[in-house]
């Protein structure tokens, strides 16, 4: 990047669009946050008030805009609206009304097709996806999604963009649903849910044997470079008796329909797979940030001591 970030824009002041502020904030990057709703602005300025002080948000590196304003060349469009198709096809022709043919636009969705997204545009060559996970500001890593159209010169901007937030940019070759984490995740949850359906296990001690062994591990090292020391003939050898009986369904489980209909959607009904509170949320929430934060550093201390993964 030859020239410096003017404004980074982000569209969507939900769970995302606020840690995705404080994310450029602390970096002291501007911040332009545009939301349809009010309402989220004004918790999203709170939010960010509490977090750098007032007198950061006075200064105008930070303001809030229900509507959109002409963008110059070298601000950064973020899309991190609501996860559906036409909502975000909606805000990146916006997007495209109120900016130069020239300016980066990515879109933090989940796993919907970056072309699909893009269908549309005029210049779909400048968009690219940049999959943060919550917090934004605290996560290191960022999935960059190229769609068809998206020019080698738009991932490299991007990765530069990521980079100088200090994040960890891997680039996919191609889009896929889901991308690479959510199809992990997904598929991890799927055999979970199979395994509680067929009462094989209980919440409880599901919970304890993946945190405690599988868990613990995938902190340190990636899949492929644990199985690469555990050896690639025990993973066959295993891999040969065991796929049959996997849980391969391609509908979601009983259990989930069944919960969620019941509206037991987790922390935030107050009942899951476990029961909650308001006093155990809170501890939850900050006993997760603060010990992410101590996972992060141990993680990116033995990346630094040598343990890469070279190839
Ligand atoms: N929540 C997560 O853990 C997570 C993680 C990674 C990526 N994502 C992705 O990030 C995106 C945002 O997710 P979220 O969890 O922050 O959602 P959210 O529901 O918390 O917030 C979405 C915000 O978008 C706003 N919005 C909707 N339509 C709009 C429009 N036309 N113009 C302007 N604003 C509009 C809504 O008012 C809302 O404030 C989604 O694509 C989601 O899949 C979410």
């Given at each position: 990047m030859t020239q410096p970030i003017e404004r980074v824009v982000i569209v969507g002041a939900g769970t995302m669009g606020v840690t995705l502020a404080k994310l450029m904030l602390a970096h002291r990057l501007p911040v332009r946050m545009i939301d349809k709703q009010a309402t989220a602005l004004e918790a999203c300025r709170r939010e960010i008030e509490r977090t750098f002080s007032e007198h950061l948000a006075a200064a105008g590196e930070f303001d809030v805009q229900t509507h959109w304003s002409q963008e110059g060349e070298t601000s950064i469009i973020i899309e991190s609206v609501t996860e559906n198709l036409a909502i975000k096809r909606a805000v990146i022709a916006e997007a495209e009304a109120h900016c130069a043919a020239t300016t980066l636009i990515v879109t933090n969705t989940s796993g919907l097709s970056i072309d699909a997204i893009g269908?549309?545009?005029?210049?779909?060559?400048r968009l690219a996806g940049a999959h943060f996970f919550n917090p934004a500001d605290l996560i290191p890593a960022v999935e960059v999604i190229p769609g068809a159209a998206t020019t080698k010169a738009t991932i490299h901007h991007t990765c530069t963009f990521l980079t100088g937030l200090g994040k960890r940019p891997a680039v996919l070759n191609q889009s896929v649903p889901g991308f690479v984490a959510n199809r992990i995740q997904h598929a991890i949850m799927r055999e979970c849910l199979s395994l509680l359906e067929k009462g094989v296990v209980d919440a409880e001690a599901l919970d304890e044997i993946v945190q405690f062994s599988i868990g613990v591990r995938l902190a340190l090292n990636g899949p492929l470079m644990q199985r690469d020391l555990n050896g690639l003939d025990t993973h066959l050898n295993i891999a040969r008796y065991l796929y049959e009986d996997l849980e391969d369904t391609h509908t979601p489980s009983r259990l989930l329909e069944e919960y969620v209909a019941q509206g037991r959607l987790g922390a935030k009904t107050g009942q899951g797979f476990y029961s909650w509170d308001d006093a155990r949320i809170k501890r939850q929430e900050h006993q997760t940030r603060d010990s992410l934060e101590r996972i992060i550093a141990v993680a990116m201390e033995e990346k630094r001591s040598g343990n890469d993964g070279e190839r």
């Amino acid at each position: 990047m030859t020239q410096p970030i003017e404004r980074v824009v982000i569209v969507g002041a939900g769970t995302m669009g606020v840690t995705l502020a404080k994310l450029m904030l602390a970096h002291r990057l501007p911040v332009r946050m545009i939301d349809k709703q009010a309402t989220a602005l004004e918790a999203c300025r709170r939010e960010i008030e509490r977090t750098f002080s007032e007198h950061l948000a006075a200064a105008g590196e930070f303001d809030v805009q229900t509507h959109w304003s002409q963008e110059g060349e070298t601000s950064i469009i973020i899309e991190s609206v609501t996860e559906n198709l036409a909502i975000k096809r909606a805000v990146i022709a916006e997007a495209e009304a109120h900016c130069a043919a020239t300016t980066l636009i990515v879109t933090n969705t989940s796993g919907l097709s970056i072309d699909a997204i893009g269908q549309g545009m005029r210049h779909p060559e400048r968009l690219a996806g940049a999959h943060f996970f919550n917090p934004a500001d605290l996560i290191p890593a960022v999935e960059v999604i190229p769609g068809a159209a998206t020019t080698k010169a738009t991932i490299h901007h991007t990765c530069t963009f990521l980079t100088g937030l200090g994040k960890r940019p891997a680039v996919l070759n191609q889009s896929v649903p889901g991308f690479v984490a959510n199809r992990i995740q997904h598929a991890i949850m799927r055999e979970c849910l199979s395994l509680l359906e067929k009462g094989v296990v209980d919440a409880e001690a599901l919970d304890e044997i993946v945190q405690f062994s599988i868990g613990v591990r995938l902190a340190l090292n990636g899949p492929l470079m644990q199985r690469d020391l555990n050896g690639l003939d025990t993973h066959l050898n295993i891999a040969r008796y065991l796929y049959e009986d996997l849980e391969d369904t391609h509908t979601p489980s009983r259990l989930l329909e069944e919960y969620v209909a019941q509206g037991r959607l987790g922390a935030k009904t107050g009942q899951g797979f476990y029961s909650w509170d308001d006093a155990r949320i809170k501890r939850q929430e900050h006993q997760t940030r603060d010990s992410l934060e101590r996972i992060i550093a141990v993680a990116m201390e033995e990346k630094r001591s040598g343990n890469d993964g070279e190839r």
